[in-house]
């Protein structure tokens, strides 16, 4: 994962999922908002209702987070916590670079915000660059799971955060879970031992880059935003289409695709795209088949 920690600072959870709902429920009372990037995972919604507190959408660029606008509206809405995907991000697919970080982690210091790095597709890039936590780590936390790279079923994830709040988190998970499955945890373990998280990644990052490659040339590049090693593409729509209606439209052909609407975190009404999941598809013919239907729906407005 790239991040160095003692094993008494990682917190075991179970799911990156979990493991977002434990942080943010500790920084909660310290927060009035959580800053996250205009599109951004679906899952954060339900956390911030539950913690009453409101997402603020900051503008996104080609090198991800906008730290000029994180600081305007940190100004205007007070201490919080900054919710990103450094690398991978889910839908785009983007991956800041150091630069970026460091930015973003000078304005976290400024502005008195921590910042939570969701590294769930983190182990599908392996040259990315240093996870936030070694650009701010007395302010920030990184929760890793094994969903993307294993399996979702395993409900393993990794938390880790400054030495004197780890004791608060625990606590948390105790009063949520009160522990993570130790069978998905001996798996896990196990898998590590023996080299099998290695050569599944391998195998996985390898998978992904086909598939990749696949989308691209299926759908055009020009309307594909994606990393070359994601498990998801994000599609623009011309525009025709409504976003939703593509969405049924699709679905009536058996595909199930996720609107924009899913990750979209402004009130305004979100931009024309889809977010598409190669994760399932391992036969290369069904993929390229079922992304030539999405082609020709696409086309046929
Ligand atoms: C960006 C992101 N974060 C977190 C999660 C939740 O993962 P987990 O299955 O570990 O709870 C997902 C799952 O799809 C995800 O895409």
């Known amino acids: 994962m790239g991040v160095e920690a003692r ?3 990682v917190v075991l959870c179970a799911g990156a999922q979990h493991g977002l709902f434990v942080v943010l429920s500790h920084l909660a009372s310290r927060a009035r908002a959580i800053y996250v990037e205009e599109l951004t995972y679906p899952g954060i919604h339900g956390i911030a209702e539950i913690l009453r507190l409101p997402l603020v959408a900051v503008g996104m660029d080609a090198d991800g987070i906008d730290v000029e606008s994180l600081a305007r ?5 007070g201490p919080g916590v900054v919710f990103c995907m450094p690398t991978i991000h889910n839908p785009t697919g983007t991956v800041m670079p150091a630069s970026r970080r460091a930015a973003l982690a000078e304005v976290a210091r400024e502005k008195g915000l921590f910042v939570v790095e969701d590294a769930a597709n983190r182990m599908l890039e392996p040259s990315a660059p240093p996870p936030m936590r070694s650009f701010a780590p007395e302010r920030t936390f990184l929760v890793a799971s094994v969903s993307k790279v294993l399996s979702p079923g395993l409900r393993v994830a990794f938390l880790v955060g400054p030495d004197d709040e780890v004791h608060a988190v625990t606590r948390r998970v105790w009063a949520t879970h009160w522990m993570s499955g130790p069978l998905g945890a001996e798996i896990v373990a196990t898998w590590l031992d023996e080299g099998v998280v290695d050569r599944t990644l391998a195998s996985k990052r390898r998978a992904a880059a086909r598939r990749q490659a696949i989308a691209r040339r299926v759908l055009g590049a020009e309307r ?8 998801h593409v994000w599609l623009r729509l011309g525009d025709a289409w409504s976003t939703e209606r593509f969405t049924a439209d699709a679905a009536r052909r058996r595909i199930v695709v996720t609107p924009s609407s899913a990750f979209w975190a402004r009130p305004t009404p979100p931009p024309r795209a889809i977010r598409i999941s190669l994760g399932g598809l391992d036969d290369a013919r069904a993929l390229t088949r079922e992304l030539e239907s999405l082609a020709a729906l696409s086309r046929a407005r």
């Open 73 to 77: 509206v940190a100004r205007r809405h």
């Open 224 to 231: 594909v935003v994606a990393h070359p090693r994601a498990l």
């Open 7 to 9: 094993i008494d600072d």
